[in-house]
């Protein structure tokens, strides 16, 4: 378990507990998307938010979990067949480690699934719950 302190609108101190193995790296990142989300992430709403069917992005790509798998402990497929590491950051431990690589994947990811982007809240909420797995 461990333990982060996130400040959150100056003032308040935020303080959310998540079991994972999250380094620095990873720290900073939900760091960055917590200070613009309105709430404290929550693994479940990030758990949802990866099985749920939107039906309002590409038709071929209704779930974050057409091409991730149902669960981020396994490997997934792009549409052409390529194989994509483990989502769980205990599988892959170079995962959202890169702001930048993170944030273009959720461009792309995000429009394709949902048809519009991620909110920070959105985001935040789905690396605690990757980081979390
Ligand atoms: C069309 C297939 C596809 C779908 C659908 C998809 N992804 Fe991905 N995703 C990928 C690929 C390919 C990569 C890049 C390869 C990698 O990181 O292993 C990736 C990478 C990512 C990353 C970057 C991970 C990192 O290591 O920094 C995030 C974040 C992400 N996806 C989130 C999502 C979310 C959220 C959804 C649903 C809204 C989603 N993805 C749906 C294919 C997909």
Known sequence: MRTLIIPLAATILLSATLPGVAGPAQDEILKHFQEQAKMEFSVERGQELFTKSYGTGKPKTPSCTTCH??????SGKTRVGKVIA????????????DLKKVEKWFRRNCK???GRECTPQE????LAFMISK
């Open 123 to 126: 985001k935040v909420d789905f």
């Open 69 to 74: 798998t149902k669960s981020p402990l396994k």
């Open 86 to 97: 483990p989502m769980a950051l205990s599988r892959t431990k170079d995962r959202y480690s």
């Open 112 to 114: 394709g699934v949902i």
